[in-house]
């Protein structure tokens, strides 16, 4: 490891002299600062200077400053002079030689530019604004593996500023946390500077030579001026600029890939475990709390639980998770897990201790912590005391079991049959109306079939409704036959008619029935002469016309009505079936 | 020959119907149109847009079991965990044996549950392994055979002694299917649950927003209702666990599509 850091340590006591001219450019009208600094002790005397033609020196006082570097104490003489030229041009302040203890100290010549009134100034040069703010950057090690985490210093220095931003820095590989500042003061060379430090903590997350940085600052520093010449304006002028640091290289190691240990979820660090659990006699059903403490240096708050495939038999709860880091950095701390296991079955005994493993990167090795198991008791509940033991996921003790699956399947490519949005069949009108359909159909025909077992197992009425068919119909034909006049047919189908009617109502085949049965079967049953005499006369007509069957159609049409009253009267209206 | 009347009349008739017939298949291009840009926007991974355009075809009254199940997928994608389950829950019931809606469903029971999912006794995987109209057709048929052997039996007696047997195994195939049908229809009907649909639901011991907090349930725990007053719903979980929390947290599974009028984006 190689620790990056700007120390310099402060000079012994003898004095130095220091001469500076600010600034080296002005215009007309304006005047410069000429600034003495003795450190380790002071002159003599007032420092005289040489004479300059059309430069005009006066002493505009002096201060002493007092600085603790590391732990040493200095101080130092300060005298100024106004350095005021009488016209443009270009000048040289030679060299000043105060009179001092100890060894002759002189100044180098100093250049000194005056400017027309009108002219523009020039920007100050780079490597002055270098001097008076710059960017550093430092790591713990160049040399870390892949998820380990790091310290980073950045350290932005500056004379004299203000508005400092948060710096912006470039770690394109590695994730960096949030920074923690620190304000003091350092010297760097013979200049003290004020020092902002940011710190922060950083983890690769791939392997490589890998640059880290460059950091940048932003900062509104102050650049001393001439003495302006309202004494209300300040002898500085304000430029924002933004040092940059150079990048760091780092070298990013790979876990090693042997020996890697079953449920490594990729922490690196140094760490410790530890493991509660309870209530540890319990029934079935009840919640065992466990807590996991992971504690240690590394990224803490990315470390998880491994899945522990033992628990199974257990009804988990979702892990809820809490860290707490140690420093302000979060470079260490701890994690606590918290589950919610229930036990399934009263065949548990014990609760498989949990396992953590982690890369060590100072023993550059994989490490496994483990916890003892928990000895459980847990008794059958009421309503499992008679099931036999279950497990939860039957299909993990299965060989070819595949693994939970670790998102949802996919969507679907095509939408299938498309239906109307409407409640199920069953719950439907329609639908329930239709299935009543096939049962009226068999209560339509079973109706119908006992009403023709009836008429099968009643002769008398089978027989009176075909005469009362075989009446209806043979009316119909006495209107055609007397329409054609056909007088022959037409008083042989009366006698039919008759003979049948008077046959089904006396109980006797129809061609036994003649004119004697009005005497021999109707007279007895109490049928009255008035009913009779038609029913007589009518046979007499049938007899007669077979001997003198001349009429007319009007004339058969005229028995007609007779013939339908007679049929009417011996037993019911024609057409009855 | 046809009246004047009567030829505009027929001509209106066919023209009506050939439009009816060219716009029918115009309609169906609409939906699967519809149904494949979502799937388009759920690949490109805008979940809710695709969520929004599945939801346009079933404001349009049609859906389907793959519909349903691609916008649970959608919400589900969108962390809208109760609102997929919820439309797991209706493809569910159009397929019932669908393995990718299964696996879907036991998924996010197992997130939410943190382990297995409870197991559901066999009786009631047995009645869900069908769908209501499958159930429903599963019993008239045996049940028509029997009634149209019956009424066949009535019309030609002398057929009845034949068809006996058929007659016998047709009725008894029937009465079982009904009974099973009557079953599924119970389990279907008998128990209403719900899905919760917000990030976390405190349960309570009482129906009070004073009543003191027993558990909290996540989004698309879900639930069976026993009980409602006043805003709040008395429910079970999976652990077996009672209590109350608000009606407005949960969607109810029997509950016909949230359908609303979607704004295009």
């Not at chain 1, 919610?340 to 490490?367: C, H, M, W």
């Amino acid at each position: 490891m190689v620790l990056l850091l700007y120390c310099v340590v402060a000079p012994a006591a003898a004095l130095t002299f220091t001469a500076r001219l600010l600034p080296d450019t002005i215009r007309q009208g304006d005047t410069a600062t000429l600034r003495l600094e003795f450190s380790g002790g002071s002159p003599k005397a007032l420092p005289s200077i040489p004479a300059v033609p059309n430069l005009t020196f006066a002493f505009a006082g002096q201060s002493t400053e007092w600085s603790m570097v590391n732990g040493q104490q200095s101080s130092k003489m300060i005298y100024l002079f106004r350095v005021i030229p009488a016209q443009p041009g270009d000048y040289t302040i030679p060299a000043i030689t105060p009179l001092v203890e100890g060894p002759p100290q002189t100044s180098p010549p100093m250049k000194f530019k005056v400017l027309p009134g009108t002219a523009p100034l020039p920007a100050a040069p780079q490597a002055d604004l270098d001097k008076l703010a710059f960017f550093r950057l430092f790591v713990e090690t160049n040399e870390v593996y892949v998820g380990q985490v790091f310290g980073v210093e950045m350290k932005l220095y500056f004379i004299a500023g203000q508005d400092v931003q948060l710096p912006n820095l470039r770690c394109d590989g590695f994730i960096a946390n949030k920074t923690v500042n620190a304000q003091g003061r350092e010297q760097v060379g013979d200049t003290i500077y004020n020092v902002i430090s940011f710190r922060t903590v950083a983890v690769p997350v791939k392997a490589g030579r890998l640059a880290f940085g460059p950091g940048e600052c932003n900062i509104t520093i102050r650049i001393p001026t001439a003495a302006p010449s309202n004494p209300f304006q300040p002898p500085y002028s304000l430029k924002q600029v933004s040092p940059k640091s150079d990048p760091v290289v780092m070298n990013v190691l790979p876990l090693p890939r042997e020996n890697v240990p079953p449920g490594f979820s990729g922490a690196v660090g140094n760490y410790s475990l530890a493991m509660t659990a309870g209530p540890t006699n319990l029934m079935v059903g009840d919640p065992i709390t466990i807590k996991v403490q992971i504690a240690g240096s590394g990224a803490i708050d990315s470390v998880m639980l491994p899945a522990m495939e033992a628990w199974r038999e257990f009804k988990a709860y979702p892990i809820n998770s809490k860290s707490e880091a140690a420093d302000p950095l979060a470079r260490s701390g701890v994690k606590t897990f918290e589950q919610i296991l229930i036990p399934q079955n009263a065949e548990i005994k014990k609760l498989p201790g949990v396992t953590f493993s982690f890369f060590d990167p100072q023993v550059k090795q994989y490490r496994v912590l483990t916890q003892p198991d928990v000895p459980l008791l847990v008794r059958p509940s009421d309503a499992a005391a008679q099931q036999p033991t279950v497990l939860t996921n039957i299909t993990a003790n299965t060989p070819s079991a595949p693994p939970p699956a670790k998102d949802i399947a996919h969507i679907k490519p095509r939408p299938g049959l498309l239906a109307d949005i409407q409640p199920p069949l069953i719950r439907q009108t329609w639908f329930q109306v239709v299935q009543t359909l096939p049962a009226f159909v068999c209560l339509a025909l079973f109706i119908r079939r006992k009403r023709q077992e009836h008429l099968e197992n009643n002769p008398r009425l089978r027989r009176a409704r075909e005469v009362g068919a075989f009446v209806e119909n043979g009316l119909r034909q006495l209107h055609a036959h007397a329409g054609a006049n056909e007088d022959e047919k037409f008083f042989e189908l009366i006698f039919h008619l008759l003979q049948a009617r008077l046959g089904e109502r006396l109980d006797l085949p129809a061609s036994a029935i003649t004119q004697s049965v009005i005497d021999e079967h109707l007279r007895p049953v109490g049928w009255t002469e008035e009913k009779l005499v038609p029913l007589r006369e009518m046979f007499q007509t049938c007899d007669q016309a077979r001997f003198a069957p001349q009429r007319t159609s009007q004339e058969l049409a005229a028995l007609i009505p007779k013939v339908e009253a007679i049929l009417q009267q011996l037993g019911g209206e024609p057409g009855r079936n | 020959m046809m009246a004047p009347r009567s030829w505009f009349a027929t001509g209106a008739t066919v023209v009506f119907a050939a439009l009816i017939l060219i716009a029918l298949p115009a309609v169906a291009i609409d939906f699967n149109a519809a149904f494949d840009s979502a799937g388009k926007s759920y690949e490109q991974g805008r979940y809710a847009e695709s969520a929004r355009a599945y939801e346009s075809i079933l404001a349009g009254g049609k859906t389907s079991a793959a519909i349903y199940y691609n916008l649970g997928n959608a919400l589900f994608k969108d962390n809208r965990v109760g609102q997929a389950v919820y439309y797991y829950r209706q493809a569910e019931r159009l397929s019932p044996r669908d393995p990718e809606l299964q696996a879907n469903l036991a998924f996010i029971r197992r997130a939410i549950s943190g382990g297995t999912e409870a197991e559901t006794d066999r009786w009631q995987q047995f009645l869900r392994g069908l769908s209501l109209n499958e159930w429903t057709w599963l019993a008239l048929v045996p049940l028509w055979a029997w009634l149209l052997l019956l009424a066949l039996g009535q019309w030609r007696t002398q057929w009845k002694a034949k068809l006996r047997g058929y007659t016998v195994t047709g009725g008894a195939m029937g009465g079982v299917t009904i009974v099973l049908l009557v079953s599924a229809l119970n389990d279907h009907y008998r128990a209403e649950s719900a899905v919760v649909t917000v990030k976390e639901s405190v349960v309570r011991y009482g129906p009070l927003a004073e009543s003191k907090s027993y558990f909290t349930l996540r989004d698309g725990a879900e639930v069976t209702i026993l009980d409602t007053k006043d805003g709040w719903l008395q429910v079970l979980d999976a652990s077996q666990r009672f209590g109350w929390l608000r009606k407005e947290q949960v969607i109810f599974v029997n509950a016909r599509p949230p359908i609303r009028s979607v704004q295009k984006s």
